[in-house]
């Protein structure tokens, strides 16, 4: 009887700890790479890479006052930027996925892109469905296809709305902090796909924008207070979340899974370094004056 009962105990251990596996819904396994791209200091290499964009822009751009077409400006600035990622230390092989990601969503550059976007009156391509979507109807697409998780799904919903409120001014310097700060937190302990990239680009995006505040950026505000630093955070991000997922929608149309989540982090890197160049005042004083 004793033998019994200690074999009985044992197998109700180890159903026990076969239950605490991961829900399958909300495990992806192209995102346990993000936490690698977590480092101790509370930043990330993708915010890094985006601050480092930020600052060669703002110490050297000069614009091309010949040009009188936003669309040849739109090439002019995605030219300067490949230039400076051809001299970045960064892997061939990610050169080639940022190379691409910046060419192919430079559009995100132009006063306003981000704004409409994140409000749906901009449609994005949606690889999944091979279409023009909302980006909200991109993000559902990829939900139901179980390319990310249902809370994945919802926190980039959430994270469009607090960035539309952004934009209209709505969002204090101390909410915006907080609430990326929570993101943050959030994100260390699950395994997304857009989000964590995304996260980790906000907190170092706002580090660098409180260090190098906005002076008179057009469509944006006409003084460094937290407002505007909350607007242009916000543009990061959903840059960000916009070309990570299109990439994300590009990899699941052709392979049927999301199984290169460096791809998919590059792609929103480069998405948060074209949304944040656009509102640097001598590059968005420029394309305004274009229109």
Request: with cysteine; charged share 15%.
């Amino acid at each position: 009887m004793k033998k019994n009962t200690i074999f009985l105990l044992t197998m109700l251990t180890a159903i026990a700890f076969g239950c605490q596996k991961k829900n399958p819904e909300t495990s992806n396994p192209a995102a346990p790479a993000a936490k690698q791209a977590l480092s101790s200091a509370g930043g990330c290499e993708y915010g890094d890479i985006h601050n480092s964009f930020m600052t060669y822009t703002l110490q050297n751009f000069q614009p091309d006052l010949s040009i009188t077409k936003p669309d040849v400006a739109v090439d002019y600035i995605d030219s300067f930027l490949q230039d400076y990622l051809n001299s970045y230390s960064l892997d061939d092989s990610s050169k080639v996925i940022m190379t691409d990601a910046l060419t192919e969503n430079k559009n995100l550059l132009l006063p306003n892109e981000v704004e409409d976007i994140t409000t749906g009156v901009r449609m994005i391509n949606n690889p999944v469905t091979n279409a023009q979507s909302t980006l909200i109807e991109l993000i559902q697409s990829l939900e139901n296809v179980k390319a990310i998780s249902s809370d994945e799904a919802t926190k980039l919903a959430d994270l469009l709305n607090f960035s539309a409120a952004a934009f209209a001014g709505k969002i204090s310097d101390d909410s915006l902090k907080s609430y990326l700060q929570t993101l943050n937190d959030d994100v260390s302990t699950h395994d997304y796909v857009i989000l964590g990239t995304v996260s980790c680009i906000g907190n170092a995006s706002y580090e660098w924008w409180m260090q190098n505040p906005p002076s008179a950026t057009p469509g944006i505000g006409q003084k460094p207070t937290a407002a505007v630093v909350a607007a242009i955070v916000a543009r990061d991000v959903v840059g960000g979340v916009a070309s990570g997922a299109v990439a994300a929608g590009a990899q699941y149309a052709t392979t049927g899974k999301v199984g290169n989540w460096k791809a998919v982090a590059i792609s929103a890197g480069a998405g948060a370094i074209l949304a944040s160049t656009g509102a640097i005042a001598k590059v968005a004083s420029w394309l305004v004056s274009l229109f």
